[in-house]
């Protein structure tokens, strides 16, 4: 088994092998990791990308706005770069659509930072996958091939509000059970357990 | 009193960082430290009797168990190099976790000689090879086989039976990811691993040579005298490998050498030292002495370094018996002071080093800081502004961004990864081939490329924006941000340039690690020895914290 360590250092090498800088070869180096130890398909599809590029053309998406498109696939890593460099402005749009991404499962794991540096989940969806990136602690999905993907013809993206997935009445009854690990105080103790004064006055 | 750490442009100049020694914060001295109640045990020791065959070590405690697992081979005298370009070894070593079952021995048997061309497992923590120093092995043997103790000066100008050629570990060829083992309490401090690899090494040595010993003349062999074996350690070859660690692992440097500058600012800021604490300086000075006499070299570099070293050391010597100065309040800010003034940095250092030793309560909590979570900060805080890293540049780089990158001096050197050993390598930019390929490793240049690139920006244009158009420099704007919250993360100074002295690199880290008598072959290599003076596994429940100063050598 190749231990992720030995993954990030050929993955940014490969990565800066193939044309891409070192900054980004940096990144991807990170990225698949982070994919591998996700169990996501990451090197098997950067692998066939990088494979790709000798015979084909990919768009660089850089300014990226509310829809997408290019009849010229777009490039999984630039596209992926510049969302999560702009992602601060771009939480603003609440929904992003991009037309002719190729290999998106490179492209999940900037999503995966971008949700940790803006402080909100991210979803994104391709065909009947679905993908929820929780402030890159994990990525929970419906996704569970080992298989390359080359290409996904439409894939939207949502910034999901820092919403509870519970009701009030769900939450009241669980305070309240929890209320039964208090302990009801006498008089005296109301004064004195606290450890602190009365009045602040002083 | 308040004392200001010391400031990281100063402290931060490769020729200033060549000159760091060992101290209290190294990572041997904390090894031992740390399992020094841990129960050692040889586990299996099945040797020819030549030598050759298997040998099984381990630290215990608990249900925890590290096992160092050793290979002797046969290799001819025209195979033995200590170059990383080698492919046998007279041994070769593996730590693994926990006790390894017959079938783990049989799988690494097959690799763990084999090194960077075998494969080792999750279960694997550490591996390494080392080479005979022929000349003293051989000694030795004869000597004990003969029912004599070898001869100390000889000894002595060596130092140890055996010298490592590389030790690795993090997820390495297979190796176990530092992540699957980094919540173990044990082993919270840098290459904590790698230090129980080489301290348990060093006993393979001394038992193989007594086996082989008492092979050839069962009748009349003894074993190597105990005080012998104190004084004997483990040598090392360190080539340019390791110099792009520091540069590729800022955060990480960061936190050496912030433990460092913390301890020597809060020792300097101790108002009365007490008479044991000044004792154990004095007597812990007194005693290095020793190492340096007995520190040889060939390099006319170190040589005049290490007669500095004398020379400055006699004159603090003086000092301290004549100025009194531990009657003043804070004799140690006083001390520093006056070393600063009247010495060069080699003694300096080595002096800032020897402070430290009576002051366990203020060591002792940093050896715990000196890890680091890198990952955390990798990502680019892309909504900070053009202004924002004018400002960090111009406060954190201004040395380097006072060299000159038009003059061909300053860009004379680039480093890049060999293709046949896929290791780190230095080569002139002017002469040699292959600078299109060159590592993202001079730093000063791309930073004042960066500082040019942002002058006819807009203050108020953000950091994502400005990387539409430059992400070449992506990597060094990443360095920008890191240095901005960690003060002693980059060297300042220029690593292509054409005075760069690399072995300054190598012995910095090699300082930290806890490395001794440096020995410089050339600009790009030196030989080291590590726990020379060491106690021995059974002398660990009675261990002496200054155990370093002890060696007779």
Known sequence: MRSFSEIDTVVKRATKGVGFNWGVAEEVGKNIKLLEMFGLPGLKNLNDYFNSLKSKKFQNLTFISNHNQSKIPYCPIISGISFLDQVNELKELINIKIENMSYPILFLPFLSRASEVIGKKISFKFDENIFLFNFNQNIYSNYFSNKILENAKLTEINFIENNNTFSQEEWDNLYKLSTNTFVEESDELKKSAAGAGLTDND | ?553
Not at chain 2, 42 to 55: K, P
Not at chain 2, 290 to 303: L, V
Not at chain 2, 472 to 477: A, C, S
């Open chain 2, 1 to 553: 009193m308040q004392v200001s750490l010391r400031e990281p442009k100063k402290i931060m100049k490769l020729a200033k960082l060549g000159c760091f020694h060992q101290s209290k914060l190294s990572f041997l001295r904390s090894f031992l430290k740390e399992f020094k109640n841990w129960k050692y045990n040889r586990d299996l020791f099945d040797l020819d009797e030549n030598g050759y065959g298997r040998a099984v070590y381990s630290f215990s405690k608990n249900k925890r168990i590290y096992s160092l697992i050793c290979f002797a081979n046969k290799i001819d005298d025209t195979e033995r190099s200590d170059r990383v370009i080698a492919t046998k070894w007279d041994a070769a070593f593996t730590l693994h976790d926990g006790i390894p079952a017959k079938k783990d021995l049989d799988r690494l048997s097959n690799n763990v000689p084999k090194q960077e061309v075998g494969r080792m497992s999750y279960k694997e923590l550490t591996l390494s090879r080392a080479n005979k120093s022929v000349r003293i092995f051989n000694h030795v043997v004869e000597c004990l086989s003969n029912g004599k103790q070898p001869d100390k000066d000889k000894i002595s100008e060596v130092g140890y039976l055996y010298r490592t050629t590389a030790v690795y570990g993090s997820g390495k060829f297979g190796l176990a990811d530092r992540f699957r083992i980094k919540n173990r309490n044990e082993i919270f401090g840098p290459f904590r691993l790698e230090m129980m690899l080489v301290y348990l090494v060093r006993q393979f040595t001394f038992d193989q040579v007594n086996h082989i010993a008492k092979n050839k003349n069962p009748k009349k062999a003894i074993t190597l005298d105990e005080n012998i074996c104190r004084n004997l350690g483990i040598g090392n070859s360190t080539g340019l490998g390791m110099a792009p660690f520091i540069v590729n692992h800022p955060t990480l440097l960061n936190n050496w050498i912030l433990a460092r500058e913390t301890v020597l600012k809060k020792i300097r800021e101790i108002k009365n030292v007490n008479l044991k604490n000044q004792n154990i300086f004095k007597t812990c000075l007194k005693k290095s002495l020793g190492n340096i006499s007995s520190w040889s070299t060939e390099s006319d570099f170190q040589k005049k370094k290490i007669l500095n070293l004398n020379e400055d050391l006699n004159k603090f010597l003086k000092f301290l018996d004549e100025s009194n100065i531990f009657d003043k309040n804070y004799a140690f800010n006083e001390i520093y002071l006056w070393c600063e003034k009247n010495l060069k940095d080699e003694c300096i250092e080595y002096i800032v080093s020897m402070m430290m030793e009576p002051f366990d309560d203020i060591v002792e909590p940093h050896i715990y800081k000196m890890s680091s979570d890198e990952d955390k900060y990798f990502t680019i805080p892309t909504d900070r502004t053009v202004e924002d890293l004018r400002s960090i540049l111009e406060q954190k780089y201004s040395d380097i961004l006072k060299i000159d990158f038009s003059k061909t001096n300053s860009n004379k050197n680039f480093w890049f990864i060999s293709k046949n050993k896929e290791e780190p390598r230095l080569a002139d930019r002017f002469i040699d081939e292959g600078s299109d390929l060159e590592q993202p490793l001079a730093i000063a240049r791309d930073i004042c490329l960066l500082y040019s690139r942002i002058s006819n920006k807009k203050n108020s244009l953000n950091i994502g924006r400005f990387l539409l158009e430059n992400n070449d420099l992506r990597h060094v704007i990443r360095r920008a941000f890191i240095t901005e919250k960690f003060p002693y993360a980059e060297i300042q100074d220029n690593t292509i340039g054409s005075e760069l002295m690399a072995i300054d690199m190598l012995r910095l880290k090699l300082s930290f690690f806890g490395a001794v008598k440096f020995d410089p072959r050339s600009d790009k290599w030196l030989r080291i020895s590590m726990f020379q003076g060491a106690p021995l596994p059974q002398d660990l429940k009675s261990f002496d914290d200054h155990w370093i100063y002890n060696s007779l050598n």
